[in-house]
């Protein structure tokens, strides 16, 4: 299930499904590993002709795999989910099947630096637009807090836009509230930084955007299907840990259309 699936409709009835199926969840390593592989030694990240190796890399893995599709591999109807996905749900496995929709990756957390000052309120960060790369490097941290969440289904190559197809298994929607997720997160060794925003030094891993519309409650544990986890590092990381020292709390601004600056 995802955030956006948990209010989706099923598929109509008795359509096939025809999608590659195997070691879904080690397949999101994979793939994340070899575009980071690829990067530049700088290891700049961002940018038009970044975006547009890395597209164009993972397009070639999934091919080297037999996990390049085409859209007749998808259902014709399907839902749209939030932001970035469409949605559909596989009635066999009973999974919820996500496909980017648009060129869009969904949202990575980082630091503008530009933005601090002495002033509480101006400590903001910015969830900007996240590259494939990061989108991959999202589902795998979702992994490493709930074992096989997400699994990597396929790549679809649609000439100028590339779409990356996951599922995640489908789960009742049983709501939480934030003072339920505050202490889940707790309890897991997070401190919080935001609102719905955690960061755990142990294994160094942020999490940000933990609301109870991307957490469902199922058997006795709470799953965290929707969040954005992070390795902040840099100034970011500075910027967080400066923000535990003094008690403040972080703001988050959601930022779509600004390309992240360096840092």
């Avoid at 592989?37 to 999934?62: N, V």
């Avoid at 002495?118 to 795998?140: I, K, V």
Wanted: aromatic share 8%.
């Amino acid at each position: 299930m995802s955030g956006d699936a948990a209010n989706s409709r099923q598929c109509s009835a008795g359509q096939a499904v025809v999608l590659p199926r195997a070691d879904g969840a080690d397949l999101v390593v994979a793939a994340f590993h070899h575009l980071r592989g690829g990067l530049s030694p700088d290891g700049a990240a961002y940018g038009t002709p970044t975006f547009a190796r890395q597209a164009k890399g993972l397009c070639e893995w999934a091919r080297g795999l037999g996990l390049l599709l085409s859209p007749a591999d998808l259902p014709a109807k399907v839902v749209r989910g939030g932001q970035e996905h469409d949605l559909f749900h596989d009635e066999t496995t009973d999974r919820y099947f996500k496909v980017t929709r648009n060129g869009i990756f969904g949202l990575s957390p980082a630091l503008d630096l530009a933005l601090v000052s002495s002033d509480e309120d101006a400590r903001r960060f910015h969830l900007w637009e996240a590259t494939p790369l990061e989108y991959l490097e999202r589902l795998h941290l979702q992994n490493q807090l709930v074992p096989g969440l997400n699994h990597l289904e396929g790549v679809l190559d649609q000439g100028d836009d590339l779409a990356i197809v996951t599922s995640q298994p489908r789960f009742d929607l049983v709501t939480v509230t934030q003072v339920e997720i505050d202490a889940w997160f707790a309890r897991q060794g997070f401190e919080k930084v935001t609102e719905c925003g955690y960061y755990r030094a142990a294994d160094h891993l942020g999490i940000f955007d933990a609301h109870p519309k991307n957490l469902v409650r199922f058997q006795d544990d709470l799953i965290p299907f929707d969040v954005i986890p992070c390795r902040p590092d840099g100034g970011f990381l500075q910027f967080i840990a400066d923000t535990l020292a003094t008690g403040h709390t972080v703001r988050a601004v959601r930022t779509v259309t600004t390309p992240r600056p360096a840092i």
